[in-house]
């Protein structure tokens, strides 16, 4: 083991090859302090060239990697669980340029979302993909999860905004698709492969991504509600004002309630509503108009409503305080699933969920918020004794099948969803993933646990 260290050491300088259980902490720990796991080394590489370099030293001797850039993913996909070597992007970081008119952004995969809104802002034109872990995240990570966030309902999800790549091939291979062009259908989309390959198939170094313009006008409204139904009812009328619409989060009334408690917040509104409904809306000089005119008269729906101006940080904080308020609050690891129903089943699966967890798992609390106009919903379930997790996960799984649902909407497969993945794809669809994965990764050393696992 010595000597491949010392090789690792000659290709990115014995500094950048971690070792101190008390340097490596951060990197084998994820962000919900659920899972723990070890590594040989952390490695640190400095350009594509050095990435290169390290796979394919750690194909010839066999040894299995984890790709890793901010470390904020929720599903384990990030954490060495079995000793394996962490290539961490976090030194792929420049920004290596920003094009206002053709909107594009090129940038190593190790800079932050933040650090490419930034750099897009100076330019005055806006990053499209937007995630509360924005100051951690990285590009590399959000092209290998395919996140989502705040801007799916406005800008789609990141593939979408996924023009270019260059990224590493466990044998030390180069692959580069990088073209600014709208139009290029010269074969099989392999950026837009990579993208939610959660770090199987090649190591993401640098990225070529869309931008947008940005909004103006904008307004936040933050709306009580009786139902789901009703929040969506509230959406759609926004829509058909001619408003474009942002954002639209959905929060419960326990959750704002353990936001309040954690933040030391006011309530936002008064009204002791079940449901409210964040919206962000832009578009014209009078949107605060038409805004207004839509809750008014959407007042079979509204129970109460606040409206502010501009990017409306008050109001956000609710919303995007949830995370790191479920994790404070839950005595346990909280157990965070991520699914996706038709927009017409969430009500009935919220409803199916809440009369689940009462009768079988008594003492265990749910808090559920997210992304509602994509029916994306964040399960997060508090306080559950650590046997069981697999038990609670299941339930739900199955729950959310059975309303024609996704088990994972925008967080990925990882380690924490790897064994449901029958459960949203057929026999053919996991072979043919696997036959993708041995042909890409044939020394079968990238993430090998994860997502569909290699054939024995
Ligand atoms: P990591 O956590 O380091 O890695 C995630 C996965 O990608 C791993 O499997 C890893 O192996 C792989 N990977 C990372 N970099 C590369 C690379 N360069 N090449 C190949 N593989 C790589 N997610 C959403 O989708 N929507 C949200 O709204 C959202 N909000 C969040 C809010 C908070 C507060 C937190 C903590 C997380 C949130 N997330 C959200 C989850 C997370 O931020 C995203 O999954 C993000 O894309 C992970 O980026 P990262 O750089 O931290 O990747
Ligand atoms: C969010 O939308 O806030 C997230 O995806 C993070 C979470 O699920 O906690
Ligand atoms: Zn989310």
Redesign the pocket.
Known sequence: MQSFLDELADIVGASHVLTDPGVVAGYVT???GHWQGHTTAVVRPADTGQVSAVLALCSRAGVAV??????????G??IPMDGEVV?S?TR?SVIEHVDPIGRTIAAG??V?IARARDAAREHGVEFGV????RE???????????????RVIKNG??RSQLLGIE?VLSDGRVLTRWKELTKDNVGYGLPGL?AG?????????RVLMRLVLPPSATRVAFVAVGSVGDALMVVDRLERAGLTLDAAELMTRSGIDLVCQHQQLRRPLSADAPFCVLVEVSGREDAETTLLEVLDDSHEFVLDAVVEEGPAHRLWQYR?SH??SVGAASSTPPVKL?ISTPLRDIEAFLNELTTGLDRRFPGVRAICFG?VADGNI?VNLLDAAPDQRDTLSDFVFHLVTDHNGSIS????V?RAKAPWMTLGRSAVDLDVMRSIRAALDPAGI??PH?LPARRP
């Open positions: 994820d962000w919900t984890v790709p890793q850039g901010g470390n904020t993913g929720l599903v996909g990030s290539l992007t792929l995969a190790g932050t937007d995630l509360a872990s951690s995240a990285t590009l590399g990570g959000i092209v290998a999860t395919n996140a989502g966030g705040i999800d990141t990224a990579l390959s959660e770090g199987t198939l090649a190591v993401i170094t995007e995370t790191e991520d992304h964040h909407a925008e967080h990925g990882g990238l993430n994860i």
